[in-house]
């Protein structure tokens, strides 16, 4: 799916036409207007968007680069810009001023910074999290491609901005991506890019965030960027990135996505085991041992996963270089190869230090740590790399992916109810296969998809990087309330909760469209 970031002066074509959700939209955004004019002492031109995303269902196999299935929701990232006269802002050469605040202005206090020209890295101190440090990940990337189009003498503009976002930080909705592709697009667009190509957003934006300290995958940035209204995103990243919307069937009863909050903050990055970019290096020296064993040693190729090689690429190579003669069988075949490999290859069920990976792959470990465990930190509890365990959940959740695919494209179309009991199971699998052999879930989330289930739903399961933030249930539309209740009854009774919070334990999520620019007139 190609294209341009679209333009709009509607809220209506960006919010679910439900009036409450157009005027609740209408207040914020008059609020953010105000904010900005008290601030700036003018109305600001533009205001670029981003919402976030729930996963439905490919959960960490994005950086194995296999295909995902996410969807963007209503609640957004909104940064309002203008480009202040360089009288008012030069210090009389060529370097800008970027001023930027946040509406919340107790929670998220405001930050200057000036770039001069000349520089040609943006400073992101990653020991220290300013929430601004994900606006200088999308103006770092932004810089990159306008230099690219206009060469290295291109004079950006300053810029002020404030910001209001309404995705919880944190809580699995991936409130990071939405922030960096919105900086990055209000970036482009301050700087005279009047027709912003989405892909290439996306693209920038899933290697900017990797400035900001997690060796994330793609899934964010294209649910964010690339989704339409009413559709789930099917997302690919080989050959290139590409992108295309999936309906839901229509059932009765209807199909509705749930979406309960745990409240735990997911302390995914900032802490040892540094949990995320552990599991990255886990997926990643699995790629490397099952290509060492299963594709005659000849090295992994290159490709845009976060640390150079995947499985992705090691499932490539055995079904087209090593083995050609298995070229044409099923994707679904070729998954079901891909595990027994895996079963017979890493059978270490205690997992691998990295002497024994080093051992494996006649590689001094002094070269393992330089290229896997140098950039950013991932110390794995004992010492042991869970190779196996992570290597079969990738192969068996892009199985289930493919598998919910096929149901929804069923031609003809479904429209016999049982296929919500067919996807809600493979939800639950994908969420068993999360908890056990990628051990992303945690004591709250394995309850609320617990009581979720028990309640009616057809299946349950975290979303997003999991340790905490979201869960996702897939409900026939005449057990919404049932399900609410329970969750309320067993879960939020329990827990301390700000007003705040309270409003958004639990919602219902329509897919909505993805990254736009709004004129301010
Ligand atoms: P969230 O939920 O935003 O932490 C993370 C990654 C995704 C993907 C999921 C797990 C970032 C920015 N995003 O999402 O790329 O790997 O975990 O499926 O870290
Ligand atoms: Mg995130």
Redesign the pocket.
């Known amino acids: 799916m190609s294209g341009i970031v679209p333009t709009t002066t509607t809220l209506a074509d960006v919010y679910p036409a439900d009036a409450d959700e157009v005027a609740f939209q209408q207040q914020r955004w008059t609020k953010l207007v105000d904010t900005f004019a008290a601030t700036h002492g003018h109305k600001p031109t533009f205001v670029s968007r981003s919402p976030g995303r729930v996963?439905i269902i490919g959960?960490?196999i994005?950086?194995s680069l296999f295909s995902v299935l996410p969807m963007a929701i209503a609640a957004d990232v909104l940064l309002a810009v203008s480009t202040p006269s360089p009288s008012s802002s030069s210090s009389g050469d060529d370097s800008f001023k970027i001023t930027i605040s946040n509406v919340q202005t107790d929670k998220f206090p405001g930050a200057e910074f000036t770039v001069s020209p000349s520089a040609t890295e943006i400073e992101i101190d990653r020991s220290h999290h300013h929430w601004s440090n994900y606006f200088k990940a999308g103006l770092k990337g932004a810089m990159g491609l306008l230099r690219q189009k206009h060469g290295d003498e291109f004079r950006f503009k300053s810029m002020n901005v404030v910001m209001d976002g309404n995705v919880p930080p944190g809580g699995?909705l991936?409130s990071?991506?939405a922030f960096v592709t919105a900086s990055a697009l209000a970036v482009l667009v301050a700087n005279g890019e009047t027709e912003v190509d989405k892909v290439k957003l996306t693209e920038l934006a899933i290697v900017s965030?990797r400035e900001v300290g997690?060796n994330?995958?793609?899934?964010?940035q294209s649910a964010s960027v690339l989704s339409e209204r009413d559709a789930a995103l099917f997302v690919s990243f080989t050959p290139s990135l590409s992108a295309r919307p999936v309906r839901f069937p229509q059932t009765t009863p209807e199909l509705v996505f749930l979406i309960a909050q745990t409240f735990v903050r997911?302390a995914?990055f900032d802490t040892a085991p540094y949990r995320?970019n552990l599991r990255v290096v886990e997926c990643t020296l699995a790629a490397a041992i099952l290509n060492a064993d299963c594709n005659n040693s000849s090295p992994l190729p290159r490709d845009s996963s976060p640390l150079g090689i995947s499985l992705h690429g090691f499932f490539d190579s055995y079904f087209t270089t090593t083995n050609p003669s298995l070229s044409n069988l099923t994707l679904q075949e070729k998954f079901t190869k891909a595990i027994s490999l895996t079963e017979e290859s890493l059978t270490q069920e205690k997992g691998y230090t990295l002497d024994e990976i080093a051992t494996h792959l006649h590689l001094p470990v002094s070269d393992l740590q330089k290229t896997y465990l140098t950039k950013f930190p991932a110390k794995p509890p004992q010492n042991l790399f869970l190779l196996r365990q992570r290597a079969l959940h990738v192969f068996r959740e892009s199985l289930r992916v493919l598998r919910f695919m096929h149901l929804l494209e069923q031609n003809p179309p479904s429209s016999s109810s049982d296929i919500g009991p067919s996807l809600g199971r493979l939800l639950t699998d994908s969420q068993s296969s999360c908890r056990d052999d990628f051990d992303c879930s945690c004591a709250e989330i394995d309850s609320l998809v617990d009581i979720g289930r028990r309640a009616g739903a057809y299946g349950s399961r975290l979303t997003?990087?999991g340790w905490g933030?979201c869960t996702i249930h897939l409900v026939p539309a005449d057990r919404v309330e049932q399900v609410k209740k329970a969750f309320d009854d067993e879960y939020y009774s329990k827990i301390e909760m700000s007003e705040e919070e309270r409003a958004s334990r639990v919602v219902v999520t329509k897919p909505g469209p993805g990254s736009c620019v709004f004129w301010v007139s």
């Open positions: 996963n959960e960490h994005d950086y699995g991936s990071s991506a965030e997690v994330s995958g793609g899934m964010d997911s995914k995320y997003g990087a933030g």
